[in-house]
């Protein structure tokens, strides 16, 4: 069963850092990008960060450029969201989903399977 586990959410202050955690599992699928994205309540989805499969290529939201930082660990079949110097507007819940035919990163349609998300909240 294809699956994607996403962990590591959580309340944080502003400017606390977190680490998303992304389990891929059990599909077949020649996916060739790994994309995070977060959606807040009253909001669209919306992409954060998103990497390569295969080759060493990263980006990034303008907004969150220089804070977040996107790795995989291939041995692991997990892809890490680190979040640094968190804000209240970095709230919602995160979702991390694969893509085969990816043409624009940022378009959460172009996606084929999603994990079921994990909650970030920065508060003071």
């Known amino acids: 069963q294809s699956q994607l586990v996403e962990s590591g959410g959580g309340s944080v202050q502003p400017g606390g850092s977190l680490r998303l955690s992304c389990v891929i599992s059990?599909?077949?699928?020649?996916?060739?990008?790994i994309g995070w994205f977060r959606q807040a309540p009253g909001k669209e989805r919306e992409g954060v960060s998103w990497i390569s499969r295969t080759e060493d290529l990263t980006n990034y939201a303008s907004d969150v450029k220089g804070r977040f930082t996107i790795t995989r660990d291939d041995a692991k079949n997990t892809v890490y969201l680190q979040m640094d110097r968190l804000k209240p507007e970095d709230t919602g819940v995160y979702y991390c989903?694969?893509?085969?035919?990816?043409?624009?990163?940022?378009?959460?349609?172009?996606?084929?399977?999603w994990g079921q998300g994990t909650q970030v909240t920065v508060s003071s």
């Open positions: 059990g599909t077949t699928l020649a996916y060739n990008v």
């Open positions: 989903a694969v893509g085969v035919s990816v043409v624009d990163v940022t378009d959460a349609g172009a996606y084929d399977l």
